[in-house]
């Protein structure tokens, strides 16, 4: 025991907390923080994803303009998904689609899949020696249909910055099932501004659409808000490790991801730097984010025999100079 605190939450420790009010009433919060200046909040009612990020002081994490919206007000007609995207610093997209809405199989799917949408079945918190441990079990199931459970775990380390999340996706249905998962990271000010250093360790750089291919030279550079601005993404290939990074000088602090690009073998950058909707976007996943029928015509749609799991896993680490 240390003799000089009264409670270790004095230093690092777990707080579930409800919302109150608007879109967001009744959400479940696990408000997280650590001994060396990390706290964050983890969604319980939207797939334990991790919304708010701060790190010494400063926030990390855009927050989209519709805030923090319950799963109750969830649209998945067309684009309904951005009403209900928060953003946050990561939202899970799939497991049934990554990408804009799509046909596929006689199937009609909505934007970036319902996964992030959905509440936890169950969420509980452990702590050991060095780490504080988040375990969440998310369904996405239906009859007639895909039977896919998601087992999460967020590992923080008490005295360092770092988040290791781990999940598991396991097909309970008798038949063979697609799997999509992109993990959708996403900066905001004050680490995202115009003074930002963006490095990310890819081999290959291929635009998504023509303006992107217009201004594939300033990938890695991020303007001031502007007006009227278009998004611009990236699809970046790997030959070893995956890493992206963002540092920002004026405030002496950044953040670093890595992931083994052999198993979320897809990484698209998303560079948005609009009046309020100033945010960059990494995004490894098991697929692009062309949505599935495009994914099931170019080979690159990836199944989950009966009873099959498999298992992904990004690291995040916090640093300051």
């Known amino acids: 025991m240390n003799p000089y605190i009264g409670h270790p939450s004095q230093l690092f420790g777990v ?17 997280v923080h650590n001994a060396d200046g990390l706290a964050f909040a983890v969604s319980a009612d939207r797939c334990a994803d991790i919304s708010r990020v ?31 995207f928060t953003a946050g610093f990561f ?17 009609t799917l909505p934007q970036h899949g319902t996964i992030g949408n959905l ?23 239906q009859m007639f ?35 999509m998962l992109l993990y959708h990271m996403n900066m905001g000010y004050p680490l995202l501004s115009e003074h930002a250093q963006i490095f990310i360790s890819s081999v290959r750089v291929e635009p998504c659409t023509p303006y992107a291919a217009e201004e594939i030279n300033t990938w890695s550079i991020m303007p ?36 083994d690009p052999q198993v979320l073998d897809h990484m698209t950058q998303w560079k948005m730097p609009g009046f309020r909707d100033y945010v960059l976007g990494f995004e490894p996943g098991n697929c692009t984010t062309a949505g599935r029928d495009k994914d099931r015509k170019n080979g690159f749609l990836k199944f989950l025999q009966p009873g099959e799991t498999k298992k992904y896993e990004l690291a995040v680490r916090f640093f300051s100079a």
């Open 15 to 31: 707080e579930e907390v409800r919302l109150v009010g608007g879109k967001a009433d009744g959400m479940r919060l696990l408000q």
């Open 145 to 179: 249909g895909r039977k896919l459970v998601l087992t999460r775990k967020i590992s923080c380390k008490k005295f360092k910055s770092t988040i290791t999340i781990s999940d598991i996706v396991e097909n309970q249905d008798d038949s063979a099932s697609p799997v």
């Open 91 to 107: 939202t899970t997209c799939g497991l049934t689609n990554v990408g804009p809405p799509c046909r596929d199989a006689e199937e």
């Open 224 to 259: 001031s808000p502007q007006k009227g601005a278009k998004e611009q993404c990236y699809n970046h290939f790997f030959s070893k490790e995956g890493r992206a990074q963002i540092y920002n000088p004026k405030i002496g602090k950044g953040m670093e991801l890595t992931f």
């Open 54 to 84: 701060r790190y010494k002081g400063d926030n990390m994490s855009y927050f989209a303009p519709c805030g923090y919206v319950a799963p109750t007000y969830y649209d998945d007609q067309g684009t309904g998904f951005l009403k209900s």
């Open 119 to 141: 509440p936890c079945e169950q969420i509980w918190w452990e702590e050991t020696d060095d780490t504080i441990d988040i375990h969440a079990r998310v369904n996405d199931s």
